[in-house]
């Protein structure tokens, strides 16, 4: 009497336990997938057909992996990235081999390298300072330790409402306008811009009514006069008309442009010289209406040093510096799989490309059939706890029922 079916039992109920005990063991790993065994029944390939045919047990066909969605949950660092859709990340281990995850629990390592935890290399491609991407092989991504460099003023937006109902200012006295007493004028607004260097020059416009729907407008950088004559006395960069239902200006034609000069001379502060600098001014009215900026703002910004990295939807690393700004400088590199569940599981939340896998398709996320990422998130273990529990109960009934098949044909055996 054979005992060969009740031994195949006990070796599939315990494979099938030791699937469901991973599986149990790695619910609170980020970026695991369950597994699940896959039987077959086993018989003698030299039976007849005179239809006895006595099955010789089960076997276990193969140990497949489930690679649904798992839910993704917030975290506090904005390196942590979830996969919402398809698609794996990239990473190169410390011997240049790729392997593929969907854990994306990233830090940065003391050479500025993008890792996780084992230390293996987030592949991307940089992007350079006109914003395009390099073509090519994907590459480790490394996060520049360098600062952003500054930027010089070279366009100001006045979007400014001055009141109609305003008298004049203007007494034709010399000089025209005296910056300290705001009797000579009716308005001012300020706003800081940048020179060459960086340094900041506080730039203030002075308007002075003149005559009905004309305006002097006066411009001082860091309180020296912009546009003075040869004896130093402060002109006006420009005079506004406005036409009767107060609109935009009808001349100056906008943008026109003004020359910045250097302010601090000989002083270890000294700014340096802003030429051409444009002023649009086609959002300006003059409305029976208090004097009102709604929108000053110019184009320069300081020197910076980086102060972090997030991870946009779309797999772009962008940096953000102390000055306000932010440029991308990287982009994720994504694969597909026609056959994921053909990748070999490697541990440590990584899967290696095989011959059923077949070859990576690589993108970049969002497009094809890739997934979009999340920063500040990662994906949970798609195991269902509760289900494997289930399966637990089950499979240990299955073990104890092919035990007592052994015992009934022991008990058979010794009568």
């Known amino acids: 009497m054979s005992f060969q079916q009740g031994v195949s039992g006990l070796n599939a109920a315990s494979k099938n336990l030791e699937v469901i005990g991973n599986n149990v063991a790695n619910s609170s790993t980020v970026g695991a997938k369950t597994a699940r065994a896959e039987f077959a029944d086993v018989y003698a390939r030299a039976s007849g057909t005179d239809g006895i045919n006595i099955g010789l047990g089960v076997s276990v066909a193969t140990v497949a992996q489930q690679f649904q969605q798992g839910s993704i949950s917030t975290t506090d660092n904005p390196l942590d990235v979830a996969i919402n859709g398809n698609g794996f990340f990239q990473l190169q281990d410390p011997n240049g081999i790729n392997q593929y995850s969907r854990n994306g629990q990233f830090e940065i390592d003391r050479s500025g390298f993008v890792v996780n935890a084992q230390g293996m290399k987030l592949l991307?491609?940089?992007?350079?300072?006109?914003?395009?991407?390099?073509?090519?092989?994907?590459?480790?991504?490394?996060?520049?330790?360098?600062?952003?460099?500054?930027?010089?003023?070279?366009?100001?937006?006045?979007?400014?409402?001055?009141?109609?109902?305003?008298?004049?200012?203007?007494?034709?006295?010399?000089?025209?306008?005296?910056?300290?007493?705001?009797?000579?004028?009716?308005?001012?607004?300020?706003?800081?811009?940048?020179?060459?260097?960086?340094?900041?020059?506080?730039?203030?416009?002075?308007?002075?009514?003149?005559?009905?729907?004309?305006?002097?407008?006066?411009?001082?950088?860091?309180?020296?006069?912009?546009?003075?004559?040869?004896?130093?006395?402060?002109?006006?960069?420009?005079?506004?008309?406005?036409?009767?239902?107060?609109?935009?200006?009808?001349?100056?034609?906008?943008?026109?442009?003004?020359?910045?000069?250097?302010?601090?001379?000989?002083?270890?502060?000294?700014?340096?010289?802003?030429?051409?600098?444009?002023?649009?001014?086609?959002?300006?009215?003059?409305?029976a209406a208090v004097f009102g900026p709604t929108d000053v703002s110019q184009d320069g910004f300081p020197p910076g040093r980086l102060s972090g990295i997030t991870v946009e939807s779309d797999g772009r690393l962008t940096a953000s510096y102390s000055s306000g700004q932010s440029t991308p400088i990287a982009r994720i590199e994504m694969a597909t799989f026609r056959n994921?569940?053909?990748?070999?599981?490697?541990?440590?939340?990584?899967?290696?490309?095989?011959?059923?896998?077949?070859?990576?398709?690589?993108?970049?996320?969002?497009?094809?059939?890739?997934?979009?990422?999340?920063?500040?998130?990662?994906?949970?273990?798609?195991?269902?706890?509760?289900?494997?529990?289930?399966?637990?109960?089950?499979?240990?009934?299955?073990?104890?029922?092919?035990?007592?098949?052994?015992?009934?044909?022991?008990?058979?055996?010794?009568?």
């Not at 300290?180 to 960086?198: C, E, M, Q, R, V």
């Not at 406005?242 to 250097?262: E, K, L, N, V, Y």
């Not at 009934?397 to 022991?410: L, P």
């Open 124 to 287: 991307g491609h940089p992007i350079t300072n006109q914003g395009g991407m390099l073509a090519g092989k994907a590459q480790p991504l490394q996060v520049p330790t360098a600062g952003i460099e500054p930027s010089a003023t070279t366009a100001v937006k006045l979007e400014i409402n001055l009141d109609s109902r305003a008298a004049s200012t203007a007494t034709g006295a010399t000089p025209p306008i005296d910056f300290s007493i705001d009797k000579t004028y009716n308005n001012a607004t300020s706003l800081t811009t940048y020179d060459a260097k960086g340094q900041s020059v506080a730039l203030t416009y002075f308007f002075q009514k003149s005559a009905s729907d004309t305006w002097n407008v006066y411009a001082s950088a860091n309180g020296e006069a912009v546009n003075p004559d040869g004896s130093g006395l402060p002109q006006p960069i420009t005079t506004l008309n406005f036409p009767a239902d107060g609109s935009s200006p009808t001349s100056p034609t906008s943008p026109f442009t003004i020359d910045i000069p250097a302010t601090g001379a000989g002083g270890a502060a000294a700014t340096q010289p802003m030429l051409g600098v444009k002023v649009d001014i086609s959002k300006m009215t003059q409305y």
């Open 340 to 415: 994921s569940q053909g990748l070999q599981p490697l541990g440590g939340n990584t899967w290696a490309a095989t011959f059923a896998s077949g070859d990576p398709v690589l993108g970049v996320p969002g497009g094809g059939n890739l997934g979009l990422l999340e920063s500040k998130a990662v994906e949970e273990s798609n195991v269902d706890l509760t289900g494997e529990l289930v399966n637990m109960i089950t499979a240990q009934r299955v073990y104890q029922a092919n035990a007592q098949t052994i015992k009934t044909q022991d008990s058979v055996l010794q009568t």
